[in-house]
């Protein structure tokens, strides 16, 4: 039963890679999706010129996911220390088990040579754990 649940998971993400290929940009935003040339990300706004070479303006905070070179960043409350900043951030998908997702934000820190990673473990949109490079295995 195992193995045919594994197989099933399979054909399904082969089918979903399938259908947007790895150079294609494309963003769900609260209403829609669109499949975009570019996407670009500005302090309060952000950018979708779409294939026909319209261009789209919105606000970032209406933007829940998008998927760039084969990799998936969807937004998420941001939370440090175990505690909920109050804010959301992209963060990119790591990996998937179960009802559980293992994500990865990275920003940089007050240094700028220094980039600050951490990874959190998501049920949903509900934090289980957070850890970063330094902590203990």
């Avoid at 963003?27 to 706004?45: H, W």
């Avoid at 900043?85 to 990865?104: D, H, I, P, R, W």
Wanted: net charge positive; glycine share 6%.
């Amino acid at each position: 039963m195992k193995k045919l649940l594994v197989f099933t998971m399979a054909i399904g993400y082969c089918i979903g890679v399938a259908a947007v290929s790895k150079d294609s940009l494309k963003v769900d935003t609260n209403d829609s999706s669109f499949i975009v040339q570019k996407l670009t990300f500005k302090n309060a706004t952000t950018i979708l010129l779409l294939q026909n070479g319209e261009k789209i303006m919105m606000s970032p905070d209406k933007i829940k996911c998008y998927c760039a070179k084969g990799r998936k960043f969807k937004r998420l409350p941001l939370y440090k220390n175990g505690k909920c900043t109050c804010k959301s951030a992209f963060m990119e998908l790591v990996k998937t088990q179960g009802e559980l997702n293992l994500y990865k934000y990275s920003n940089w820190s007050y240094n700028p040579n220094l980039k600050m990673t951490i990874y959190l473990l998501y049920n949903g949109d509900k934090l289980v754990m957070e850890f970063d490079e330094n902590s203990p295995h």
